[in-house]
Each structure stands twice: as C-alpha cells, then as structure tokens.
C-alpha cells in the first residue's frame, strides 16, 4: 500500500514563506508525476503546481514566479516552496501522485491535506 505523508503546512503572515513536502512510500516502482493541489470551503479544489520524474513543471497562473515545485526521485518527495503569500493562498493544500507499484499497477494518490492560512 501507497501512502503520501504531507508536512510543512501553518500560519504565515502576507509575504511570509512556506516550504511544503510530501513523501511517498509503500510498494513504489516509479512516479511519474507529483503535484500539489488546493482546496477552500465551497469551492472546487484546484490545481497548484505538477511535476514529471524527468522534471517539466505546470504552474497555476495565480502563483507562477512565487511557487516553486521540485522533486527528489531517489527520495520519492516531492516540495512545494511558496514565497511572497497572500491571503488568497489560503486552502488545504494536497499533495498527489501518479504511483506506478512494484506489482506494475498504477494508481493516483492523495495525501490527507494540510492547511495553510496567510493572515495578518
């Protein structure tokens, strides 16, 4: 079985910075891709940030050139560091991965969510 173990999430004051991570393990083969997706109450959830094993990048416009997405592959994390914060940031933030198992099935998984909350 596959878990994704998120951490990294808190208050943070606007423009303040945060650094989030989420691990993978279990049965791992590969992942092609990891990602970080944000949800606020009443709104559907939405995509932050992707990135492949061979490290190409996907960014929401609402946060290109503040949020930067990297991976470690040997280490199966995936990070998610977030400059300059505006309240708007505010959601639970969920880590996601396209896990491909050892028994050779692939599987999208999600983390448990971690909130984050910009405020003055």
């Known amino acids: 079985q596959v878990q994704l173990v998120e951490s990294g999430g808190g208050l943070v004051q606007p423009g303040g910075s945060l650094r989030l991570s989420c691990a993978a393990s279990?049965?791992?083969?590969?992942?092609?891709?990891m990602g970080w997706y944000r949800q606020v109450l009443g709104k559907q959830r939405e995509l932050v940030a992707t990135?492949?094993?061979?490290?190409?990048?996907n960014y929401a416009d609402s946060v290109k050139g503040r949020f930067t997405i990297s991976r470690d592959n040997a280490k199966n994390t995936v990070y998610l560091q977030m400059n300059s914060l505006k309240p708007e940031d505010t959601a639970v933030y969920y880590c996601?991965?396209?896990?491909?198992?050892?028994?050779?099935?692939?599987?999208?998984?999600w983390g448990q969510g971690t909130q984050v909350t910009v405020s003055s």
């Open positions: 996601n991965a396209d896990v491909l198992s050892v028994a050779g099935t692939a599987i999208h998984y």
């Open positions: 279990g049965s791992i083969f590969s992942i092609h891709a």
């Open positions: 990135i492949t094993s061979s490290g190409s990048t």
